[in-house]
């Protein structure tokens, strides 16, 4: 199981203004197993790779996976590639 902040309301795009907010809102404390979370991103849902005790970053309590988010125009690839040359990409990647 995985600890994360999950909202399982899925989107066919990028939620804006209210619709982003809600999603904030949203997120809660969740234990799901990998495959599943697997599949509810896949299909629109959003998360956070943290489990938090609050909505912001001093209220971190636990952290199992990290993640990237690519936007369109490149592939994963091309990132790993980049990443191969830059061996201290977690340190210039923003978590939250």
Not at 59 to 80: H, N, R, Y
């Amino acid at each position: 199981m995985i600890k994360c902040m999950l909202d399982k309301k899925t989107f066919t795009k990028k939620p804006s203004g209210l619709e982003a907010g809600g999603v904030q809102n949203r997120l809660s404390q969740t234990e799901i197993e990998i495959e599943e979370l697997a599949n509810l991103l896949c299909n629109g849902a959003t998360f956070k790779p943290t489990y938090l005790n609050g909505t912001k970053s001093k209220d971190w309590v636990s952290q199992q996976i990290f993640a990237l988010d690519f936007d369109e125009g490149t592939t994963i690839a091309k990132e790993l590639e980049r990443c191969n040359g830059n061996r201290s990409i977690v340190q210039s990647v923003a978590l939250f």
